[in-house]
């Protein structure tokens, strides 16, 4: 398998645009995660889905962060619009509820998003 | 409330010594596990071990050792004989099942500079 893939690597935008973060879980993993990771607050979970639909969203910090998680093997997160406050690695994380690496999280490679 | 703490900001030692990072977590479940995650310089997030709540042996795994602790709700990471390319941030995170499914709680992580 590939691993958690998460697209784009890198982003750089102005204020006030519209991003959209990708990610593409490990295949048959039934959870997935979005964190954010800053200097000062660390690795924080903002929203889960469990089969596709979202568990948990206490963590995104406003209305300009939304989730999707249209089928299985995708899943979006938008900030529209963005403020430079939002500059972060934002990492996907799938994981499995079965088998051998049961409740391991499976993290992708993250993308960096800087907001000019 | 779940909580992670690891007291330890930052940490340097110089290579071929030992070093130990310490994890104190906090949970009313009974039934939880315990994770230990590597962020190397490049970014990404490496699982390093998982220990289920009942599973109290201690494990080693090369240069790498776990000592998890009901008692004192702890589960320190012990390396022996460092070396350079053990430099990088590490997690200890925590996981229940709560009234939702899941829940992953990270602790603020320790970031180890090994000198050569």
């Known amino acids: 398998d590939a691993g958690v893939i998460q697209s784009p690597r890198h982003e750089v935008t102005e204020m006030g645009q519209e991003v959209t973060l990708r990610c593409k879980p490990i295949?048959?993993?039934?959870?997935l995660f979005w964190y954010r990771q800053t200097m000062m607050r660390g690795l924080e979970l903002l929203i889960y889905?469990?089969?596709?639909?979202?568990?948990?969203d206490s963590g995104m910090p406003e209305d300009r962060f939304s989730a999707k998680m249209p089928n299985a093997s995708f899943s979006t997160l938008k900030i529209q619009p963005s403020e430079p406050r939002d500059s972060a690695v934002y990492f996907c994380?799938?994981?499995?509820?079965?088998?051998?690496?049961?409740?391991?999280?499976?993290f992708g490679p993250g993308t960096r998003l800087t907001v000019l | 409330a779940q909580k992670v703490t690891q007291a330890q900001t930052e940490i340097s030692v110089v290579e071929k010594e030992d070093v130990t990072l310490d994890c104190v977590y906090e949970?009313?479940?009974?039934?939880?596990?315990l994770f230990w995650y590597k962020q190397p310089p490049s970014g990404e997030l490496v699982f390093l071990i998982r220990?289920?709540?009942?599973?109290?042996q201690n494990e080693i795994s090369g240069r790498y050792s776990w000592n998890f602790q009901k008692s004192t709700s702890s589960f320190n990471f012990t390396i022996t004989a460092s070396q350079v390319v053990d430099s990088a941030v590490y997690f200890c995170?925590?996981?229940?099942?709560?009234?939702?499914?899941?829940?992953?709680?990270f602790g603020p992580g320790t970031r180890l500079s090994v000198l050569p």
């Open positions: 995170a925590l996981s229940v099942r709560d009234n939702y499914g899941q829940n992953f709680v």
């Open positions: 220990r289920n709540s009942f599973d109290e």
């Open positions: 949970t009313r479940d009974t039934t939880y596990y």
């Open positions: 994380a799938s994981k499995s509820t079965s088998g051998s690496s049961y409740n391991e999280q499976f």
């Open positions: 889905f469990n089969n596709n639909v979202p568990i948990d």
């Open positions: 295949s048959g993993h039934d959870y």
